[in-house]
């Protein structure tokens, strides 16, 4: 009597992120090659900590079709794992047979470094016998080039006791906002000054001048 292979991967091939910059929205995939005897599935995938698992979702194709019904998944943001499981059931050749399960709309860590996300593929034949393979990738993560950048700051004059003014550029987004991205929000600036640094004790807008591109813009307020 036969044995059914459960899969013919030894592992599951997991592919970088789709992007490797701080605080941008990535994919994560997975990758394995089953055998012809499965008919159920769970693929979970775990993150490293600060990872965004908000907007999470998840697509699974086998053979390179989508599965029909879809994944249904699970997001756990405090174990930071999504669990998709599926039936589907596949022959032919290894092309056929490779499954490729995907986790879109994850927000990578907002800190740059080295990070290792982790996956399950377990398969269940009509048998009932289940058997798991796994995998791992570890990615470095950069400064995102496109968030906005403040310079150094230039004081009017550095003497003790003077009244001086301090100067710093502010670089934007590439939609022309305090943001790497379009999502509307606020666009504040933050100053925080030395200790023993005395402010006006009724500040107005006139106390502060805005440039972009070299023309002064008035504040409101």
Request: glycine fraction near 10%; hydrophobic fraction near 40%.
């Amino acid at each position: 009597m036969g044995v059914a292979i459960a899969w013919e991967s030894e592992n599951v091939t997991l592919a970088q992120p789709t992007s490797l910059y701080v605080n941008a929205p990535a994919s994560y995939s997975g990758t394995a090659i089953s055998g012809s005897n499965e008919t159920a599935w769970e693929v979970v995938f775990s993150f490293p900590p600060n990872t965004d698992l908000a907007s999470a979702s998840v697509t699974i194709t086998h053979g390179g079709a989508s599965v029909s019904p879809g994944p249904v998944v699970a997001v756990d943001p405090e174990s930071r794992t999504v669990t998709a499981t599926f039936s589907s059931r596949r022959t032919g050749n290894s092309a056929a047979r490779t499954i490729v399960a995907t986790v879109n709309g994850v927000v990578n860590p907002s800190e740059p470094g080295s990070y290792t996300y982790y996956s399950t593929f377990t398969a269940q034949t009509q048998g009932g016998v289940e058997t798991t393979i796994v995998g791992d990738q570890t990615f470095a993560l950069l400064s995102n080039p496109s968030a906005p950048s403040v310079g150094t700051v230039t004081l009017g004059t550095a003497l003790e006791g003077e009244i001086s003014s301090y100067a710093f550029p502010v670089t934007v987004g590439p939609f022309g906002r305090l943001a790497a991205d379009a999502e509307a929000g606020p666009n504040k600036i933050f100053v925080l000054f030395p200790p023993g640094t005395q402010l006006p004790v009724n500040p107005v807008a006139s106390h502060v001048v805005l440039s972009v591109g070299g023309a002064d813009f008035p504040l409101e307020s």
